[in-house]
């Protein structure tokens, strides 16, 4: 999705928030893999901390201003994900 955007590929960040810790080699190959890639975990342990997050296994689309924008399952179609990030990047004023 970030690739496809083209000129505003800066305006997308990618985030893999973790629900459990992972092993400092699995992070920086991770990280070596896609650049940019930022990794968090919740300050705090458990469903709680994930509150905002429904569904574990899937995409979020948040704004710059932390607001949930959309949301898909891992099997959704990334041509339908790409076109609905072109329109909000291409009505959004802020990032």
């Given at each position: 999705?970030?690739?496809?955007?083209?000129?505003?590929?800066?305006?997308?960040?990618?985030?893999?928030?973790?629900?459990?810790?992972?092993?400092?080699?699995?992070?920086?190959?991770?990280?070596?893999?896609?650049?940019?890639?930022?990794?968090?975990?919740?300050?705090?342990?458990?469903?709680?901390?994930?509150?905002?997050?429904?569904?574990?296994?899937?995409?979020?689309?948040?704004?710059?201003l932390g607001q949930?924008?959309?949301?898909?399952?891992?099997?959704?179609?990334?041509?339908?994900?790409?076109?609905?990030?072109?329109?909000?990047?291409?009505?959004?004023?802020?990032?």
């Open positions: 999705m970030r690739l496809a955007q083209g000129k505003n590929i800066d305006r997308v960040q990618r985030l893999l928030l973790l629900a459990e810790p992972a092993a400092p080699d699995w992070v920086r190959e991770a990280q070596g893999h896609y650049p940019g890639l930022l990794i968090a975990r919740p300050a705090q342990a458990g469903a709680a901390a994930l509150e905002p997050f429904p569904a574990a296994g899937r995409v979020y689309l948040i704004d710059p949930l924008m959309m949301e898909y399952p891992l099997q959704a179609d990334p041509k339908g994900m790409i076109k609905d990030l072109e329109r909000l990047l291409r009505i959004s004023y802020v990032g």
